[in-house]
Nanobody
Framework: QVQLVESGGGTVQTGGSLRLSCIVS????????MSWHRQAPGKQRELVAS???????SYGESVKGRFTISRDNAKKTVYLQMNSLKSEDTGVYYC????????WGQGTQVTVSL
């Protein structure tokens, strides 16, 4: 059974940085595409960033140039480095493995204060 465990959330001031981590177990991580999503209060969950098994990345428009997704296959971990954080980045951040069977972590709260 695939399990995803996120960590690294917290409260930071506008302009600050955080790095989220997601440790994956129970899958052949090296070939898995992985992604980060977030859900702000009262809003739908949205895709933030994704990375393929060979390291190809893509980003949502609102985070381009500020966030970086990366992976360490030896540690079965995917990261999300978030810089220049804004109040609108506040939300619960979820790690996701979309294929072959979708799997989600429990989420980690990120709060960006003014």
């Amino acid at each position: 059974q695939v399990q995803l465990v996120e960590s690294g959330g917290g409260t930071v001031q506008t302009g600050g940085s955080l790095r989220l981590s997601c440790i994956v177990s129970g899958s052949i991580f090296e070939i898995d595409a992985m992604s980060w999503h977030r859900q702000a209060p009262g809003k739908q969950r949205e895709l933030v960033a994704s990375i393929t098994g060979i390291g190809r990345t893509s980003y949502g428009e609102s985070v381009k140039g500020r966030f970086t997704i990366s992976r360490d296959n030896a540690k079965k971990t995917v990261y999300l480095q978030m810089n220049s954080l804004k109040s609108e980045d506040t939300g619960v951040y979820y790690c996701n493995r979309p294929f072959p069977t979708p799997a989600w972590g429990q989420g980690t709260q990120v709060t960006v204060s003014l």
